[in-house]
Structures are given as C-alpha cells and as structure tokens.
C-alpha cells in the first residue's frame, strides 16, 4: 500500500481493529450479494428467460412502490 494511502487511512481511523473488523464485514456483505446476484443470473439465464427492458422494470418498480 503507498505510504500516503496508509497515512490518510491512518488519519481518518481506518486502521484500528473496529475499522478493520467494520470495512471487512461490509465488503465480504457485498461480495456475497455480488456472488448472490450472479448466481440468480446464471439460473434466469439457463432458464431462457428474456431479459427487461428497462421500460418494464420501471413499471414493476412503480408498481411496487404503489402497494
């Protein structure tokens, strides 16, 4: 790591161990979702579903907010 990444990580508290423990967890969370979401994706794919437009996700967002 540069030495000027590891002094502003330094001087904004990202390097003690409850920082370190916190940006860990959230990235393995964000990885998980990243590997969760591609998974789905392979299967919609196997499956032969057609993509949506962007259109058609906009209406299901709307629609959904609406409930």
Same mark, same amino acid.
């Given at each position: 790591?540069?030495?000027?990444?590891?002094?502003?990580?330094?001087d904004?508290? +990202?390097?003690?161990? =409850? *920082?370190?423990?916190? &940006? $860990?967890?959230d %990235? +393995?969370?964000?990885? =998980? *979702?990243?590997?969760? &979401? $591609?998974?789905? %994706?392979d299967?919609?794919?196997? *499956?032969?579903?057609?993509?949506?437009?962007?259109?058609?996700?906009?209406?299901?967002?709307?629609?959904?907010?609406?409930?």
């Open positions: 790591m540069p030495d000027a990444t590891a002094q502003a990580a330094r904004a508290g +990202l390097l003690t161990p =409850q *920082a370190l423990e916190r &940006l $860990l967890n %990235a +393995l969370r964000r990885r =998980q *979702a990243a590997d969760s &979401l $591609l998974s789905i %994706a299967r919609v794919a196997a *499956a032969g579903i057609e993509p949506m437009s962007m259109d058609e996700i906009n209406a299901e967002v709307k629609a959904a907010r609406a409930k």
